[in-house]
T-cell receptor, first 115, second 111 residues
Framework: DTAVSQTPKYLVTQMGNDKSIKCEQN?????MYWYKQDSKKFLKIMFS???????INETVPNHFSPKSPDKAHLNLHINSLELGDSAVYFC??????????????FGPGTRLTVL | GNSVTQMEGPVTLSEEAFLTINCTYT??????LFWYVQYPGEGLQLLLK?????DKGSNKGFEATYRKETTSFHLEKGSVQVSDSAVYFC??????????FGSGTRLQVQP
């Protein structure tokens, strides 16, 4: 029944490792997002895909790479992890449907800790 | 550019007190405005939204009115409960762009 799910919920890893966070939505939405929440709770958009096409790519370090195999999935790959990557990462989805007022539905978040 | 400014927290209230969390925004055009809530250890949930000037969003006793003249979207509730303790985020969405969030305001309600 979960609308937007993320795995894993917690991820603890060493600096320099490569890791992935997966996101899936079963809402039939065509747009998905990745947000980063830092230790002060500040949330910022990282990427957005619409129908598997990248439409938003904010100023994000280039060792982050999103991949969308289909409309229901948006994964986040992180290479050569750095201490500053420690944060909570939220996936979200919405339906564009030609309207500008679409509500975004968020996943439960993935807490990444880089040691 | 687009930005959202929220009042600094934490806001500490006694149960049944009146709540106001201020939110002002800067945006080009006419964005939609949202309040999201994050309970401890959970993801964000949409609390309410408004899509045009003078619209009032409401949910679970919370209300906010889209004020174009003051570029504000203040969140109010007449009588808070302990269960309302959470972090509240004001956000705007200009067209097809992603949400731009404020810094969040932590609310602590004491019994």
């Amino acid at each position: 029944d979960t609308a937007v799910s993320q795995t894993p919920k917690y991820l603890v890893t060493q600096m320099g490792n490569d890791k992935s966070i997966k996101c899936e939505q079963n809402l039939g939405h065509d747009t998905m997002y990745w947000y980063k929440q830092d230790s002060k709770k500040f949330l910022k958009i990282m990427f957005s895909y619409n129908n598997k096409e990248l439409i938003i790519n904010e100023t994000v370090p280039n060792h982050f790479s999103p991949k969308s195999p289909d409309k229901a999935h948006l994964n986040l790959h992180i290479n050569s992890l750095e201490l500053g990557d420690s944060a909570v990462y939220f996936c979200a989805s919405s339906s564009s449907g030609g309207a500008f007022t679409d509500t975004q539905y968020f996943g439960p978040g993935t807490r990444l800790t880089v040691l | 550019g687009n930005s959202v400014t929220q009042m600094e927290g934490p806001v500490t209230l006694s149960e049944e007190a009146f709540l106001t969390i201020n939110c002002t925004y800067t945006a080009t055009g006419y964005p939609s405005l949202f309040w999201y809530v994050q309970y401890p250890g959970e993801g964000l949930q949409l609390l309410l939204k408004a899509t045009k000037a003078d619209d009032k969003g409401s949910n679970k006793g919370f209300e906010a009115t889209y004020r174009k003249e003051t570029t504000s979207f203040h969140l109010e509730k007449g009588s808070v409960q302990v269960s309302d303790s959470a972090v509240y985020f004001c956000a705007l969405k200009p067209g097809r762009r992603a949400l731009t969030f404020g810094s969040g305001t932590r609310l602590q309600v004491q019994p």
